[in-house]
């Protein structure tokens, strides 16, 4: 009894946050599940098209709010943003995976959009494995045994994560950038000077000045990113503003901080995931179907291919996509990201 009402709760809390979610971000669309089974319903031509509803799921210490189309018991692709971008990287991928026979997944994650925390004490942890366990839960909670998994940036070292330590949940993987899992320790040494300006945000996230700059100008950041991270990709204001609207999350802050924070060292994480980060900082390699990807303008740091190919045992291809592509592939080339997914499928 105390499970269903706690359950009954934690329903009418995602159904508030989705009414809350469409009402303040203008979405189009109904209840949670109105597009399974269905091809996604842009709204709108270019720019202003968007998804047409948002499911809303408890999973693990979160609700989670994530876009599902495709038909249910098509193969499952699980694809995932990174920072600051949001679910609409992949707002032109989804329908050409889905006439492909694929089952689409886009999650929120945590500190995007409208996915949630479910208790105000737990804490706002950004460190890389903790957002590799909320796929894991999101899937638990979704009943898919195995999928796809596709990212970039986050979305990537995300996707890596999950194939690293739960192969059996990952049939496949595409990873723009190649292998991004993070070493904590690796992560104290300093670089050459060059190599450390592109890292300059980073620094400024160490600081309180960071944080409440952060804070206050998180479009203008936003903004400044997308264009230094992609300086070929002339995108228009109502594409950046469709995706900046997910960075009103009361926890966005709280999580990309920390996330910047744990990476140096300057943050804890939490106990619970020791053993996972104490795996992934030995650097393990990837064994499942893997190709990885990379923008020819690609302005973000970002390592060479032949750096990290020996991390990963399985069939495997890189591909540079061209023409001006950069760090935001799946958005600057939708139908080359889609390919990858649909190509790694049958490795």
């Not at 249910?72 to 329908?95: E, N, Q």
């Not at 993987?173 to 980073?202: C, T």
């Not at 944080?211 to 998180?218: A, L």
């Not at 002339?234 to 997910?246: E, I, K, N, P, V």
Request: hydrophobic share 45%.
């Amino acid at each position: 009894m105390a499970w269903e009402i706690d359950n009954g709760r934690r329903q009418l809390l995602g159904a508030a946050i989705l009414a809350a979610t469409a009402a303040e971000f203008g979405m189009i669309g109904s209840a949670a599940g109105a597009t399974q089974g269905k091809s996604p319903a842009p709204a709108g031509n270019g720019a202003s098209a968007t998804f047409a509803s948002i499911n809303q799921i408890d999973a693990g210490d979160l609700n989670i709010g994530y876009v599902d189309v495709g038909h249910r018991d098509s193969r499952p692709v699980i694809l995932l943003h990174g920072w600051p971008y949001d679910i609409h990287s992949f707002v032109d991928v989804a329908p050409l995976l889905v006439a492909k026979g694929f089952r689409v997944i886009i999650p929120h994650l945590r500190g995007y959009g409208s996915t949630r925390f479910l208790s105000d004490q737990t804490i706002r942890n950004g460190q890389q494995s903790v957002v590799a366990v909320d796929v894991v839960n999101l899937m638990d909670a979704l009943k898919i045994d195995r999928a796809i998994v596709a990212g970039f940036d986050w979305g990537a070292r995300t996707a890596d994560i999950v194939a690293a330590l739960w192969p059996q949940r990952c049939q496949a993987l595409v990873s723009v950038s190649g292998y991004l899992i993070g070493n904590q320790q690796a992560g104290k040494a300093p670089l050459p000077p060059a190599a450390e300006l592109q890292w300059w945000y980073q620094y400024y996230f160490a600081t309180e000045r960071g944080r409440i700059g952060y804070e206050k100008y998180r479009r203008d950041f936003a903004r400044l990113i997308w264009k230094l991270a992609s300086p070929k990709w002339d995108f228009d204001d109502a594409t950046f503003d469709r995706s900046a609207m997910a960075f009103d999350n009361p926890d966005h802050v709280a999580i990309v901080i920390h996330n910047y924070r744990w990476r140096l060292a300057l943050a804890e994480g939490e106990a619970r995931f020791d053993a996972f980060e104490r795996r992934l900082a030995a650097g393990p390699v990837i064994a499942v179907p893997t190709i990885t990807m990379e923008g020819d303008a690609n302005g973000a740091p970002h390592p060479d291919s032949s750096a990290y190919r020996a991390k990963f045992s399985g069939k495997y291809a890189h591909r540079v996509i061209t023409g001006g592509v950069g760090h935001n592939l799946p958005q600057e080339a939708p139908a080359a990201f889609a390919k990858a997914v649909s190509d790694v499928a049958a490795f």
